[in-house]
């Protein structure tokens, strides 16, 4: 994020971080540079990064020269770690801007979920444009299900107070990949990758119906399925929902759980 004052040459970047990536330094000055000679700047700036999680800070690589023997800090952004700030903190801005970030903070996924409700109010409440408003609730949303993962769509909503998340974007993209539904974040790529670790490759049709499923049990078989299966075929067989268990025991796939999988596969995809 590039912040520039309305006077005056002075920038400020921020890069927000959720992963533990050694070479953010080496990202942010990039961009930092690239800005420079795009725009011609020779003002100054400012740069910082807002980590997650202490150990995603823990894993950067420091920016440093070496001369004579002696080694000096080159690049050195200010650091947040919004793991290590507690909501109080944040609270006492009262900027009801900041409310979305609050789950991001050191607090419990219990407090998370009894807190909603009232920050929820408080944005209902602020004096913004509906939209703005609207902005928010879904940020809250986005970060409280990132921290929350039994917190579900319809359990959002009714702790938001009516507020509609399936039909703002972030909600959509979401739901698309289950955190709204109790998958917790990530299933379906790391399956994806197993995927490909196991055959050399996913085809799409299997990419775009594992991308469908929204069911983390179901997952959960498939990714048992996928060590039964002696070939791509027979891993094909297993997630097309159409298909029927005799094929599998043809093929060798004879776990008592492929029918009841083919039989959910099937009930999704209708």
């Not at 023997?69 to 507690?86: N, Y």
């Not at 929350?148 to 703002?168: A, C, I, P, S, Y």
């Not at 959509?172 to 670790?197: E, F, N, S, T, W």
């Not at 298909?243 to 209708?270: F, P, V, W």
């Amino acid at each position: 994020m590039i912040f520039e004052k309305s006077s005056g040459k002075d920038v400020v970047f921020v890069e927000p971080h959720g992963y533990a990536d050694p070479y953010i330094y080496h990202g942010l000055l990039d961009g930092m540079m690239m800005y420079c000679r795009q725009n011609k700047f020779t003002g100054e700036m400012r740069s910082g990064v807002i980590f997650l999680e202490r150990s995603h800070y823990a894993a950067t690589l420091k920016l440093s020269h070496h001369f004579d023997g002696h080694t000096g800090l080159a690049f050195q952004p200010i650091i947040v770690v919004m793991r290590q700030i507690k909501v109080t903190e944040l609270e006492r801005l009262d900027d009801v801007g900041l409310i979305p970030l609050y789950p991001l903070c050191k607090i419990s996924s219990r407090e998370i979920e009894a807190s909603i409700p009232v920050w929820a109010e408080r944005i209902k409440r602020a004096d913004k444009t509906v939209a703005e408003r609207s902005g928010l609730l879904t940020l809250l949303g986005n970060f409280a299900t990132h921290r929350v993962t039994r917190l579900t769509l319809k359990k959002f909503n009714q702790l938001v107070g009516g507020f509609k998340m399936e039909d703002t974007q972030i909600g959509k993209d979401l739901i698309r990949i289950g955190v709204l539904k109790g998958i917790p974040q990530g299933m379906q790529r790391l399956l994806l990758r197993q995927i490909a670790q196991r055959f050399g490759t996913v085809p799409v049709a299997i990419r775009h119906r594992l991308e469908k499923i929204t069911d983390a049990k179901l997952l959960e078989h498939i990714a048992e399925g996928l060590l039964e299966a002696n070939n791509l075929k027979q891993f094909q067989q297993l997630v097309e929902p159409n298909g029927k268990s005799a094929s599998h025991k043809r093929n060798g796939l004879k776990k008592k759980g492929t029918a009841k999988l083919q039989h959910a596969l099937s009930r999704q995809a209708d």
